[in-house]
């Protein structure tokens, strides 16, 4: 029995999908804690590719059963599309899906609410239009609808009213637009939807306590990375849920005391989607290297992602917010080919050198990254099965990645499918 949770280290796209869909394979339950439809993550099993929003990728191993806890804001289209990709594909989700009745909604006016609010801003923040912001807007306001609100036949009618009431009388007074919200449209889409969904709904926090007293293992899986937390990220230029390990246990209800481990997802380099600082981002011909050997495209937006090298400011800020007790690193095969590789040290920022991160953008934005060096392999890696095996300046690497965060790598990913793995 484990109780693990795995969290994203660095801004998100670390590769977190295989992680997880490799431990979920000796996991009973895999358990979503946060976020929503706006973040992706990618598996590939035997040459074939799935791309997982909303349900927890546990579901593609036959042994697990995938939760969606309270912390989670539930896009339920997304889901229902979800669920069907995976049914037509063969995968059998019947039993092994659980929602929880506390998680609040992505509505759609959460959706056109987000695309105004971006519009506006002077200074945007790259967010992907999903609704999440909104709708934790919501739920932190008191006004959020949840899954048992809507599969409640008398109390969703008066809250849904209420509710598309308020944001029309928004829209019409900020933008000028009269009724833009159908209480009818949006009752009998909700109805119609929830009616396939309801089978699916338990109290995830519930099925997670007996599922610890029955010696179950169980694995938490975050979205997104540790810089994009609401409260440690990289404010204001982050999403609005608590990523880091911490989230775990108040989106979906188990206490603390349970966690045996936390395994940090860091990628052997740097990446971000959306806007906001990032010190060691490149703009030469390693980062194009990055961009394309890495194929570097945001598996939710589409869009191209800024690379840089492996920040150990970013690594070591993450060890500590999150209690990270052991790395999986990503992604490594991608430095085949570099002659040299940088790692980042220190931030030079005006006349001094910062050695810890600080999570304030108008910082961050004015500093400059301090590297060291070491020699790159030529070698192609994603064939190696053994550590042993490796070349050594590969392992020279590792080690150093191991020796600055004070952690071990347990898990090195050397390409995308389950089997290009090594463990340690």
């Known amino acids: 029995m484990s109780i693990t949770i795995a969290v994203g280290a660095q801004w998100g796209d670390e590769g977190k999908g295989k992680i997880i869909d490799l431990l979920g394979s000796d996991s009973d339950y895999v ?43 539930f896009d339920f289209e997304s889901f229902i599309n979800e669920l069907n990709t995976l049914n037509s594909a063969g995968v059998d989700t019947e039993g092994r899906i659980i929602i929880s009745p506390y998680a609040h909604v992505v509505m759609p006016y959460h959706k056109e609410t987000d695309r105004y609010l971006e519009k506006d801003r002077l200074s945007k923040i790259g967010t992907t239009f999903k609704g999440i912001g909104p709708a934790y807007q919501d739920k932190i306001s008191r006004c959020g609808i949840r899954v048992a609100d809507i599969i409640d036949d008398d109390y969703f009618p008066v809250t849904l009213k209420n509710n598309i009431e308020l944001k029309n009388r928004y829209f019409d007074a900020i933008y000028g637009e009269k009724n833009k919200f159908s209480y009818d449209q949006i009752y009998d889409l909700c109805k119609t939807k929830f ?29 997104q990375g540790t810089l994009l937390d609401i409260d440690h990220g990289t404010y204001p230029f982050v999403t609005s849920s608590n990523t880091t390990g911490g989230g775990a246990c108040t989106g979906t209800g188990i206490s603390p005391t349970k966690i045996d481990n936390v395994l940090g997802v860091m990628k052997a380099y740097t990446t971000r989607v959306g806007n906001g600082p990032f010190v060691t981002e490149l703009f030469d011909e390693y980062g194009e ?8 495209i945001g598996t939710t937006t589409g869009r191209k992602r800024r690379c840089g090298y492996f920040d150990a400011l970013i690594a070591k800020y993450s060890v500590r917010i999150n209690g990270i007790s052991t790395i999986a690193l990503t992604k490594i095969d991608v430095l085949g080919g570099m002659d040299r590789i940088k790692i980042c040290v220190g931030y030079k920022h005006k006349n001094t050198v910062l050695d810890k991160f600080v999570p304030l953008a108008n910082i961050l934005e004015h500093c400059e990254p301090v590297y060291e060096v070491l020699d790159g392999w030529e070698e192609d890696i994603s ?11 590969t392992r020279k690497y590792i080690e150093y990645i191991e020796k ?21």
């Open 195 to 223: 009616s396939i969904i309801k089978k699916y709904v338990g109290d995830v926090s519930d099925v997670i306590e007996e599922a610890v007293k029955r010696k179950k293992s169980v694995l938490f899986e975050g979205a």
């Open 404 to 424: 600055i965060t004070g952690v071990p790598v347990s898990i090195i990913s050397v390409g995308p499918k389950r089997d290009q793995s090594i463990f340690r």
């Open 31 to 73: 358990v979503r804690y946060q976020g929503g439809a706006n973040a992706g993550h990618t598996v590939e099993i035997n040459d074939k590719k799935y791309i997982l929003h909303i349900i927890p990728s546990g579901i593609l191993n036959k042994r697990a059963v995938s939760c969606i806890g309270n912390g989670v804001v």
């Open 383 to 393: 064939e190696i099965r053994s550590y042993e095996k490796l070349p050594e300046n």
């Open 289 to 296: 290297h990055l961009a394309i050997q890495g194929h570097e």
